[in-house]
């Protein structure tokens, strides 16, 4: 755990979350500020600052970050409509918590990246 981490905070429950699923090595947790009806923070329990500091033994967690995405939009029937999953990095990736999340927005028309 990262001591000035927000989302290492929300892991050790030293700050409040809504948290939506949980196991072993991941959390998943409603965003505070959502920006579609669905918006979970799925992250890895241990502290990795951005998408940057990934390694190859980090390869079966971020699939399972993945995995988690897909079973939630299943779970709340929006997977066949769609959804979109997200990992921003760094400031001009948008990232703003340096904890590595997976943003699952869902349950509206998303519009295009570009
Ligand atoms: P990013 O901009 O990709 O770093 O995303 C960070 C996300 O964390 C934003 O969507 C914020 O709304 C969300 N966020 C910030 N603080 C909290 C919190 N205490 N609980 C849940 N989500 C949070
Ligand atoms: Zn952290």
Redesign the pocket.
């Known amino acids: 755990m990262a001591d000035d981490c927000?989302?290492c905070k929300?892991v050790e429950r030293a700050?409040?979350?809504?948290i939506v699923y949980e196991d072993d090595t991941l959390l998943a947790?409603?965003?505070?500020?959502?920006?579609a009806p669905t918006?979970v923070?799925i992250i890895p329990k241990t502290h990795i600052a951005t998408v940057n500091d990934l390694t190859d033994s980090e390869a079966e967690l971020i699939g399972k970050m993945a995995l988690c995405g897909q079973s939630l939009a299943c779970a709340r029937g929006i997977d066949e409509g769609g959804y979109r999953l997200?990992?921003?990095c760094n400031a001009l990736?948008?990232?703003?918590?340096?904890h590595v999340?997976l943003?699952l927005l869902g349950g509206r028309q998303l519009r295009g990246l570009g």
Not at 15 to 18: H, L
Not at 29 to 35: G, L
Not at 93 to 98: A, L, S, W, Y
Request: proline share 7%; glycine share 8%; hydrophobic share 40%.
């Open positions: 927000l989302f929300i700050v409040p979350s809504d947790f409603n965003d505070i500020s959502p920006q918006h923070l997200i990992l921003n990736g948008g990232q703003t918590v340096f999340h943003h």
